[in-house]
T-cell receptor, first 111, second 117 residues
Framework: ETGVTQSPTHLIKTRGQQVTLRCSSQ?????VSWYQQALGQGPQFIFQYYREEENGRGNFPPRFSGLQFPNYSSELNVNALELDDSALYLCASSFGRAEQYFGPGTRLTVT | AQTVTQSQPEMSVQEAETVTLSCTYDTSESDYYLFWYKQPPSRQMILVIRQEAYKQQNATENRFSVNFQKAAKSFSLKISDSQLGDAAMYFCAYREIYGGSQGNLIFGKGTKLSVKP
């Protein structure tokens, strides 16, 4: 059974640019949740995708958007990057409301 | 809105000893889940233990156990016979059972646990 994977591992972008982060869910899972973890903080919920539709969103601006594909993998897109977007981005997959399994994260640095 | 508070930014324990990490939360719901997650330097968030609010019995997983006090909204984690591999950030998290979403997690700020040989 393949676990949750995320790519890339690290990424450096310039303020104002756009970025796409990717997540492959665990086999059999149909739900992907994205979290942002700033340095020294706990993860904060960005949004969740269930069967290709957004199914809940945290307190993040519209420049944070996402997609879920028919194979249940997911993308997180961030437009007009700001310095405060520098963080670890975690993806977690689950089967509906069951346990969430986390990927290793993508470290985004905005300069 | 639900909140989770971890009041101990850092804790230290001697190898083979016992340590307790504290967590309090605020919610108006009667049914929910509580979790402790471990995040080592590798960054992977690993589930340590889970507690269902409707269960009075405290959850245990090998050396890890919780003290769940529903009325006090307290959920502490006890690690017995601490090992060097237990060194990590520990996060307490809350999740609704019901509601429109599939149940997003609400995390505390974490406690950094060091284990001394």
């Amino acid at each position: 059974e393949t676990g949750v994977t995320q790519s890339p591992t690290h990424l450096i972008k310039t303020r104002g640019q756009q970025v796409t982060l990717r997540c492959s869910s665990q086999s059999g899972h149909n739900t992907v949740s994205w979290y942002q973890q700033a340095l020294g903080q706990g993860p904060q919920f960005i949004f969740q995708y269930y069967r290709e539709e957004e199914n809940g969103r945290g307190n993040f601006p519209p420049r944070f958007s996402g997609l879920q594909f028919p194979n249940y993998s997911s993308e997180l897109n961030v437009n007009a990057l700001e310095l405060d977007d520098s963080a670890l981005y975690l993806c977690a997959s689950s089967f509906g409301r069951a346990e969430q399994y986390f990927g290793p994260g993508t470290r985004l640095t905005v300069t | 809105a639900q909140t989770v508070t971890q009041s101990q930014p850092e804790m230290s324990v001697q190898e083979a000893e016992t340590v307790t990490l504290s967590c309090t939360y605020d919610t108006s719901e009667s049914d929910y889940y509580l979790f402790w997650y471990k995040q080592p330097p590798s960054r992977q968030m690993i589930l340590v233990i889970r507690q269902e609010a409707y269960k009075q019995q405290n959850a245990t997983e090998n050396r890890f156990s919780v003290n769940f006090q529903k009325a006090a909204k307290s959920f502490s984690l006890k690690i017995s016979d601490s090992q060097l591999g237990d060194a990590a950030m520990y996060f307490c998290a809350y999740r609704e059972i019901y509601g429109g979403s599939q149940g997003n997690l609400i995390f505390g700020k974490g406690t950094k646990l060091s284990v001394k040989p």
